[in-house]
Nanobody, 112 residues
Framework: QVQLVESGGGLVQAGGSLRLSCAASGTMFSARGMAWYRQAPGKQRELVAGITSGLITTYADSVKGRFTISRDNAKRTVYLQMNSLKPEDTAVYYC??????WGQGTQVTVSS
């Protein structure tokens, strides 16, 4: 069983930055791909960024050049550094492990 706990969300002005963290419990963290998704009101959940066990990263076109995903296997934590935030980045951000487990989500609100 894997449990994921996100933190770091909040309210920020456009152009600002936030760093999300996702702490994972359970074994084999380093062997799992990890990802961040987001869901805005009235919209489907979408992939924001992913990182494989081999540190290969992928990003949605809308966040390329602004967001960076990283992981610290010793801390069993994955991060999402979000810079140059825009109002359209406003959403609940979810951590995902191995395409199987989800965190409870953390709200990110970007004001214009």
């Amino acid at each position: 069983q894997v449990q994921l706990v996100e933190s770091g969300g909040g309210l920020v002005q456009a152009g600002g930055s936030l760093r999300l963290s996702c702490a994972a419990s359970g074994t084999m963290f380093s062997a799992r791909g990890m990802a961040w998704y987001r869901q805005a009101p009235g919209k489907q959940r979408e992939l924001v960024a992913g990182i494989t066990s081999g540190l290969i990263t992928t990003y949605a076109d809308s966040v390329k050049g602004r967001f960076t995903i990283s992981r610290d296997n010793a801390k069993r934590t994955v991060y999402l550094q979000m810079n140059s935030l825009k109002p359209e980045d406003t959403a609940v951000y979810y951590c995902n492990s191995g395409n199987s487990y989800w965190g409870q989500g953390t709200q990110v609100t970007v004001s214009s």
